[in-house]
């Protein structure tokens, strides 16, 4: 079963993990929506968003993976306090981000042929 447009994908286990795990994220946001925490909440939004990039370039599953995992840790770090709570936090991001968006942004130049 595959979705419609962008999202179209053949169906298998890991694509329906990621995809659970990515909507966790709509879960986090309408929970710190609850408590008050608006801000928070459109943040989560937006990293939802960005969450769907890999699938909207129609990238390989280890990307959505790699996409979940580096924007969990940056979600961590603004919604949950990670910043200012584990010193190392910042050095972590820093290596962590670089490392997933670089072979992004090289799949979609090679993509658009420049």
Not at 18 to 44: D, I, K, S
């Amino acid at each position: 079963m595959a979705h419609v447009g962008w999202l179209q994908r053949q169906q298998t286990p890991g694509v329906r993990i990621v995809t659970v795990l990515q909507l966790a994220f709509l879960v986090w946001a309408a929970v710190e929506a609850a408590q008050g925490r608006t801000g928070n909440a459109l943040v989560l939004l937006v990293t939802f968003a960005v969450l769907q990039v890999p699938r909207m370039l129609r990238l390989p599953l280890v990307f959505d993976v790699a996409f979940l995992v580096v924007w969990t840790l940056q979600s961590l770090g603004d919604v949950a306090g990670f910043w200012s709570r584990l010193p190392w936090w910042d050095t972590l991001m820093h290596g962590a981000l670089p490392a997933v968006l670089a072979p992004t942004a090289l799949m979609l130049l090679i993509r658009v042929e420049v």
